[in-house]
């Protein structure tokens, strides 16, 4: 099993923003090779956690 992450500070107010852009890539993620996750994480203090598992 392999992960990734990406680690991003967001502009105060946009995290809703990130999430709702996270739910319309639902279907391109879904076409990854043995996709096993796709995670978004809001870590609080405008800081957000994208990953995926492989």
């Not at 890539?25 to 996750?37: C, R």
Request: net charge negative.
């Amino acid at each position: 099993m392999y992960a990734s992450y990406i680690e991003a500070k967001m502009e105060p107010g946009t995290s809703a923003e990130a999430i709702e852009l996270a739910k319309d890539l639902i279907p391109e993620v879904g076409e990854i090779p043995n996709l096993m996750q796709f995670i978004l994480i809001d870590k609080g203090d405008r800081q957000d956690l994208a990953a995926r598992v492989l």
